[in-house]
């Protein structure tokens, strides 16, 4: 490969070989593997081109390959579809659920509005704590000139004690205040404009950008690693089941309270803050996680990218774990980062699964639920092209077993090697980066600049750049 440069006027950007640029700045830049989150969203959008370049020119797949969609352009049809069904069935229901079987994007879209919901209450909150602290010295000089009033007016206010009293909650008065700034309607509104909302708050989505021609979605997206896309569900029952689960034999295996689950997934459905606690059931949350991912209308790992995902394991062993992992750079950044959650999960789980002995020589019972066993459970939730009845699972063909045994066989390689799956080694960036070259050479030397100073921050952290 050419070393492209590009020549304006001084100073000069240019990849220099080997993995190395020099910057506008003159300063020289060698690119190394970094975890795919830190990318900017640029970054990611033009990853995903290189991949499938890549996967078209080097990886005999035996199938076709395309960048999946993230699930954006169903939303309307599917909220119509949850709006009649509600009306018909479940007339007791009046909300649209904001977790269960909606597309992965809406879900986040719907955990961003109602953060942003939850910060501008604490905003108003606090304009009007602020607001009642700056009336209390009006407020003591108030009750000071009324005890030293007439008799009379001793009397008067007698009569009504909450009034002069109490100077420290002057409710009247804040309440008409806060009518001039955010008021309770207008937090209330937010969740009928909660799309316009997000538009000018958030990041640009990256469903903004698949539908124009490139130019106009690079301009669209950020140089900046975007927000973690995972729905707040994920990792919150991972954290939960992370902090009180991992010696719990048979973990996902174990039946749960049917009702306790239900009560979850409508709460979560709802949007109320759930706050997964110790005396929650493992085996509930457990199965409320196993329930969400079963529900999704697209499976974490997508149907167009099934068969490519399966025929990995036709390649030799020492070409299948970076097809994988070009694969994954295919996926809507949702997906991988939802992935990415769920994948650093299992592994977690999985190393506890053996029995062992404590720092204080006690021995402690492992949950038995090794990489196989999680794939086993997992796999046909993350990866298949069409749901199936249970009849249908039933009376299995031997094809259908064969593919539940490909599927898998993928999960588990992807449990046991999810780390190195989600990096970005040196040549990818290096092709992000020429790809961006010859149309936006500012964009480079900025994306640079920021890998330049991120490098230089790891070395200062690691234990070498201590001492």
């Known amino acids: 490969m050419g070393h492209p440069v590009y020549r304006g006027e001084k100073p000069q950007l240019h990849y220099a070989g080997d993995f190395t640029w020099n910057s506008m700045s003159g300063r020289s830049v060698r690119l190394r593997s970094v975890p795919i989150q830190s990318l900017s969203e640029l970054e990611r959008a033009r990853l995903q081109e290189v991949a499938f370049y890549q996967l078209q020119q080097d990886c005999d797949l035996s199938c076709q390959i395309t960048i999946p969609k993230d699930g954006q352009k169903r939303k309307k049809s599917l909220r119509k579809k949850l709006d009649s069904l509600g009306k018909e069935k479940n007339k007791d229901k009046?909300?649209?659920?904001?977790?269960?079987?909606?597309?992965?994007?809406?879900?986040?879209?719907?955990?961003?509005?109602?953060?942003?919901?939850?910060?501008?209450?604490?905003?108003?909150?606090?304009?009007?704590?602020?607001?009642?602290?700056?009336?209390?010295?009006?407020?003591?000089?108030?009750?000071?000139?009324?005890?030293?009033?007439?008799?009379?007016?001793?009397?008067?206010?007698?009569?009504?004690?909450?009034?002069?009293?109490?100077?420290?909650?002057?409710?009247?008065?804040?309440?008409?205040?806060?009518?001039?700034?955010?008021?309770?309607?207008?937090?209330?509104?937010?969740?009928?404009?909660?799309?316009?909302?997000?538009?000018?708050?958030?990041l640009s989505l990256p469903a903004e950008a698949q539908s124009k021609k490139e130019k106009a979605r690079d301009k669209k997206l950020s140089l900046n690693p975007i927000y973690r896309?995972?729905?707040?569900?994920?990792?919150?029952?991972?954290?939960?089941?992370?902090?009180?689960?991992?010696?719990?034999?048979?973990?996902?295996?174990?039946?749960?309270?049917?009702?306790?689950?239900?009560?979850?997934?409508?709460?979560?459905?709802?949007?109320?803050?759930?706050?997964?606690?110790?005396?929650?059931?493992?085996?509930?949350?457990?199965?409320?996680?196993?329930?969400?991912?079963?529900?999704?209308?697209?499976?974490?790992?997508?149907?167009?990218?099934?068969?490519?995902?399966?025929?990995?394991?036709?390649?030799?062993?020492e070409e299948q774990l970076g097809t994988l992992q070009l694969l994954i750079y295919l996926l809507p950044p949702c997906n991988c980062d939802t992935l990415h959650r769920l994948l650093q999960f299992l592994s977690i789980v999985a190393r506890h699964a053996d029995d062992n002995i404590s720092k204080d020589g006690q021995e402690v019972t492992g949950n038995k639920m090794t990489s196989l066993n999680l794939a086993t459970i997992f796999g046909p939730n993350l990866l298949h092209k069409q749901k199936s009845s249970d009849k249908e699972f039933s009376v299995q063909s031997s094809a259908r077993a064969e593919e539940s045994t490909a599927i898998i066989a993928v999960v588990q390689k992807m449990i046991e090697n999810y780390e190195a799956l989600f990096m970005v080694p040196p040549d990818l960036q290096n092709e992000v980066l020429i790809s961006l070259l010859e149309t936006d050479p500012d964009v480079v030397d900025y994306l640079l600049r920021r890998k330049a100073s991120q490098s230089s921050y790891r070395t200062r952290n690691s234990p070498e750049g201590r001492e």
């Open 229 to 317: 896309q995972v729905p707040r569900l994920v990792d919150s029952c991972c954290q939960h089941l992370e902090k009180h689960g991992l010696q719990t034999v048979g973990i996902f295996r174990v039946g749960s309270s049917k009702k306790r689950v239900r009560q979850l997934r409508e709460e979560f459905d709802r949007g109320i803050d759930v706050s997964l606690e110790e005396e929650h059931s493992v085996h509930d949350v457990a199965a409320l996680l196993k329930e969400f991912l079963r529900d999704m209308p697209d499976p974490l790992l997508t149907r167009e990218l099934y068969t490519a995902f399966i025929n990995t394991l036709l390649l030799e062993p």
């Open 94 to 202: 009046e909300f649209i659920p904001q977790a269960f079987g909606m597309p992965l994007s809406q879900v986040i879209a719907n955990d961003r509005a109602y953060k942003l919901k939850q910060d501008l209450q604490r905003d108003e909150q606090k304009d009007a704590s602020d607001f009642v602290a700056s009336l209390l010295p009006f407020g003591n000089k108030r009750q000071n000139k009324e005890l030293s009033s007439s008799n009379s007016s001793l009397s008067s206010t007698s009569e009504t004690p909450n009034e002069s009293t109490s100077p420290n909650t002057p409710e009247p008065a804040p309440r008409a205040r806060r009518r001039g700034a955010m008021s309770v309607d207008s937090i209330t509104d937010l969740d009928d404009n909660q799309s316009r909302l997000l538009e000018a708050l958030q």
